[in-house]
């Protein structure tokens, strides 16, 4: 069955996906940011030598789908195949499609506020070597699924324009978390933040890449967007993690490396394949979906 990357939930389009659960408080969500192209470097522990930066032109965004499709689609079903130009294009055109409706320029702010990082290697020149996005969304921890950004931004928007003027003007210029909490008293949902697509070429595996980009991340949602974290009650956000169970390299990443525990298994989950005799994405039943969490530690290193 065919289908676009945007046609499917979120748990149906990724691997592998990172939430960092918030919880309901009145703090100020910061209004999403773009200092993007600037760079910043990894200085954590055990962080490889990239430098990573967080972007939203298209330059970067086609650079980033070509990377998408090189890196993580292609090795799953074409590891040693030759796979045409046109192909490559098609494929690399719809993830172009797909990361610049979730990560770049929109006209008027977000509700749901969102990032793409890119990892360079000074030997690799210009040319990204990995890759990581998030995004702010909402996700049903009793019912196992998370929201798309889009369908966030949607149900948060219906909502509002569902009371009345007054509560409306109440509600004008408060935070992200204030606002699902009153909008959506007595939902299970909660905003998250989604960290997705996380990807490194083959040729630059085995340098601390992923898992720098991995922190990077957390920092960045630390800085940028809950900056109010270490006010958190202890334990602080939570972040939850969800990949595929065949793909071991990266539960043992979020297991050995980044202190990831097992929460929960979902069987029978649909994922998308690149189908390379369409050039276009497919879904696929039967996949094993592995949930893990830790929570997000408040310490922050060097700055964005």
Known sequence: QKRTLSDVTMLSLLSSVLLLHLPFQAAAFQPQSHSRGRPWRSILSGASDATVS????????????????????????????????????????EQSIDLDGRYGERMGARLFPSGLLLARLDDFGETPVGMVGIEAALWDRSERKVLSNGQSESMLKDALSSVGPKQRRALKGASLQALCGELLAGSSLEPALVL????????????GVANSLCRAAERYALEKIVPDAEDWEAPGPLCVLQVEGAN??????YESAMGFGLEWTDQDVSVLRADLDTAS????????????SKTLLKAKSGAI
């Open 196 to 207: 997705a697509n996380l990807a490194v070429l083959p040729s630059a595996r085995r340098r």
């Open 281 to 292: 994405f497919i879904e696929m039943e039967g996949a094993e979906l592995v949930t893990m």
């Open 248 to 253: 071991g390299g990266a539960r043992a990443l």
């Open 54 to 93: 967080v972007v939203e032109d298209g330059t970067s965004i086609s650079a980033a789908a070509a990377l998408m499709v090189e890196a993580f689609w292609l090795p799953q079903v074409a590891a040693d195949k030759d796979v045409g130009t046109t192909t490559m294009d098609a494929l690399t055109e």
